[in-house]
């Protein structure tokens, strides 16, 4: 009986044991060992979102996503030796062990060391190859691919990890239409089995992925090939410093081109920087017609204006205002004063239009502020606020003020489009991944100068290319309304006439104008003048684009 | 009476084995058919990537350039209107 008492009494024992244990697991622990459980079963997958595509103006693709390779090399896994997997992974991938000489051989004498991430990048068909090999594996790595390239590099900018491992873009459109472009990451969340199949009975939480939007670009992927061709050949025949080149559709401000390029490679702008947009520089002449325009659409001056004081410098205060060449050309019209490019003449006109007046169009002009085209980097011009008379006179020929190369395009295509301002755009829509299609908000177009003033200044512009020096580079079947420019670089507060910018800028025909391009040559030695070197090569485009548009 | 429980009980655990059995079949052919379609649509995707890169690398104007000697391209600068 008594054992009998001792074996119940042990069992009980042991019951009442085991009932705290399971009371402690299952009731105080619940919550934790729940979480565990669920963490071992339940398993996230991030579902990483294609970045978009971007397309020339022919949908042709000017990037492409494609999945490269990345190996690692296990030696605990390894089934041949080292020295034998090196060859065979050099026979699927020629140069494999001249690319990693170094970095092999530290590998192979070193014992301690068990694994080696490598950086040469395999093709699908090479991976394949590979992943039979045992002790190496195969991780895919998502890239861009230019099958133009470095076409259109300062356009399209360049993606790259940030800090916490994601690609985002750089420069131009990759930045700018990043969030567009590289869609929305997706997960799933629910239970797998051991071997990590997705258990279909039990509950699951999905969202899946959105791709990028593709964009659609204005960019004529031939023009832009034309441009940077000729302005890469033009920068080495005017042995020049950089050059850049700009065209834009007159009448909607969509770019068709857009090209720099310097002397030497390893000062050639990287993708992520856009001199056209970015770089400040004094106009020069190149910003005579548009004060002209300003003063005539103020009515402060008449296609009547005769220039009485050209007959000698004009003297402001201790500074002396002079003709490029020094020459000097007495009782200047409008025609002459533009033909000749003549300062005098100009800064007397400044004179007629006043302070007020010309800040009231500068504004209006957008020639203070960004242009706002849909492209990383654009920088602001800055605008002083002190205006004593030689600035104001000096301004009338582009020297004291700054622009970028695409404020000074937009501003002067005003005159093409008949006095109304248009936003400068690169991509002209975008479709999501259910191809449904997006137009980028746009600002408005502006009324700036009344149709009136802009024939008298078309008129003005096509007498002066065709009387002037630059008509030589005219072919004869080609109307155009243009004005060249020679601006001076200031030097540490003073200018030189040793370092120049050389600028072309035009639109052709004259009347309804398919396009207004401008050429801009930084520091050409051969030459200073832009009548000569940028001038030649805005002509040479001009007449190759004019039967590509 | 016993019996008879026992009995049902029996069956009744029987009919729960036998459910069970193909449901979980049904189951596990489903996993394994959209595991297998999974790793179908990433061939799929890689291989249309790779197809997509190919297609314009062949048409892309650098294409031209490499494999036509430079000196054998001329612009056209003739142009042929049609009424």
Redesign the interface.
């Known amino acids: 009986m008594s054992r009998y008492k001792v074996i119940l009494t042990s069992f009980l024992i042991c019951f009442f044991i085991i009932t705290c244990r399971l009371f402690y697991w299952q009731v105080i622990k619940s919550s934790e060992y729940g979480s565990k459980a669920t963490n071992q079963t339940y398993k996230m997958n991030i579902n990483k979102a294609t970045r978009g595509q971007i397309y020339s103006s022919d949908e042709f693709p000017l990037t492409v996503n494609q999945t490269d390779y990345l190996i690692s090399i296990y030696k605990p896994n390894l089934k041949d030796d080292l020295e034998s997997v090196y060859q065979k992974i050099d026979q699927i991938h020629p140069s494999f062990i001249q690319q990693n000489q170094d970095v092999l051989n530290t590998f192979k004498k070193n014992d301690r060391q068990k694994w080696i991430d490598l950086n040469t990048l395999f093709n699908k068909t090479e991976s394949d190859q590979i992943a039979q090999i045992p002790g190496v594996s195969i991780k895919q790595l998502k890239s861009r691919y230019y099958p133009e390239d470095t076409l259109a590099k300062n356009i399209l900018g360049f993606i790259s990890k940030d800090s916490q491992g994601n690609y985002i873009g750089y420069g131009g459109l990759e930045s700018y239409y990043n969030k567009q472009l590289q869609g929305k990451t997706g997960f799933f969340w629910g239970p797998q089995d051991g071997t990590g199949k997705t258990i279909l009975t039990k509950k699951s939480w999905n969202l899946p992925s959105s791709d990028g939007n593709n964009l659609y670009t204005s960019i004529n992927r031939g023009i832009q090939y034309l441009v940077e061709k000729t302005i890469t050949e033009g920068v080495e025949k005017y042995q020049a410093d950089s050059g850049s080149v700009s065209i834009m559709e007159s009448d909607t401000g969509r770019i068709i081109a857009m090209a720099s390029i310097s002397a030497t490679s390893s000062a050639t702008p990287s993708a992520s920087r856009n001199p056209a947009i970015s770089d400040l520089f004094e106009p020069g002449s190149i910003f005579k017609p548009i004060i002209m325009t300003m003063a005539l659409d103020q009515k402060s001056i008449d296609t009547d204006f005769i220039c009485t004081e050209c007959s000698h410098p004009r003297t402001i205060g201790e500074y002396t205002i002079g003709n490029w060449d020094n020459s000097l050309h007495p009782d200047s019209t409008l025609k002459d004063i533009i033909k000749n490019s003549d300062n005098i003449g100009m800064s007397y006109i400044m004179t007629q239009l006043g302070l007020d007046n010309f800040l009231k169009y500068y504004k209006k002009l957008g020639l203070n502020q960004k242009t706002g085209i849909d492209l990383q980097g654009e920088s602001r011009p800055t605008m002083k606020s002190n205006w004593p008379e030689i600035d104001l006179a000096t301004a009338s020929f582009g020297q004291g003020i700054v622009v970028t190369q695409i404020n000074m395009l937009r501003a002067f295509n005003t005159i093409a489009n008949n006095g109304m301002l248009v936003q400068p755009t690169v991509v002209d829509y975008y479709t999501n991944y259910l191809n449904n299609k997006f137009t980028p908000k746009r600002k408005s177009t502006q009324q700036i100068f009344s149709p009136e003033s802009i024939v008298k200044m078309k008129d003005i512009l096509k007498y002066a290319v065709e009387n002037g020096v630059v008509n030589q580079f005219r072919p004869k079947n080609l109307e155009v309304c243009a004005k060249s420019g020679t601006a001076q670089v200031a030097v540490k507060g003073s200018y030189t006439d040793s370092v120049t910018i050389a600028s072309y800028i035009g639109f052709t025909p004259c009347n309804n104008p398919k396009f207004t391009m401008i050429v801009t040559i930084n520091n050409p030695r051969s030459s200073p003048w832009g009548s000569s070197t940028a001038a030649p090569i805005w002509y040479d485009l001009a007449s190759k684009i004019n039967r590509l548009l | 009476m016993p019996k008879f429980f026992i009995v049902t009980i029996v069956i009744s655990l029987i009919g729960q084995i036998i459910f069970s059995f193909f449901y979980s079949s049904q189951?596990l052919t489903?996993?394994?058919q959209?595991?297998q379609n999974q790793t179908e649509i990433n061939q799929l995707?890689?291989e249309i990537?790779?197809l997509?890169?190919q297609a314009?690398?062949l048409?892309?104007?650098?294409?031209l350039n490499l494999s036509t000697p430079s000196a054998s391209l001329k612009?056209?600068?003739k142009?042929l209107t049609i009424y």
């Not at chain 2, 048409?59 to 294409?63: D, F, K, L, T």
């Open positions: 189951i489903q996993n394994s959209l595991n995707t890689l990537e790779n997509q890169k314009s690398d048409s892309s104007i650098n294409h612009f056209i600068d142009s």
